[in-house]
Nanobody, 121 residues
């Protein structure tokens, strides 16, 4: 079994920073990609940031230049440093790990349970 667990959410004021962490544990052969999505009330879940194989990063236009994604490959972890937070960043943030449980298998997406980020004055 695989578990993906996020931490680091909270309530902050506009302009402040938060750092989200996520770790994948369990029966993991290889992690292909890790990233973050978010879902605000009444909106669809959207990609925030992703680290692809080889280290290539993808960011949503709304967070580029303010958020930074990074990975600790040895610990199967991914981080999201969020700076200059805005009220529109308020959402539940979900970690995703695209991984193989065994050699030769098709990678499968595993999601965390989500962590709330609230930006309000």
């Amino acid at each position: 079994q695989v578990q993906v667990v996020e931490s680091g959410g909270g309530s902050v004021q506009p302009g402040e920073s938060l750092r989200l962490s996520c770790t994948a544990t369990g029966n993991i052969f290889s992690i292909v990609a890790m990233g973050w999505h978010r879902q605000a009330p009444g909106k669809q879940r959207e990609l925030v940031a992703l680290i692809q194989p080889g280290g290539n990063t993808i960011y949503a236009d709304s967070v580029r230049g303010r958020f930074a994604i990074s990975r600790d490959y040895a610990k199967n972890a991914v981080f999201l440093q969020m700076n200059n937070l805005k009220p529109e960043d308020t959402a539940v943030y979900y970690c995703i790990a695209d991984l193989q449980e065994a050699r030769g298998t098709v990678p499968v997406d595993y999601w965390g349970q989500g962590t709330q980020v609230t930006v309000s004055s």
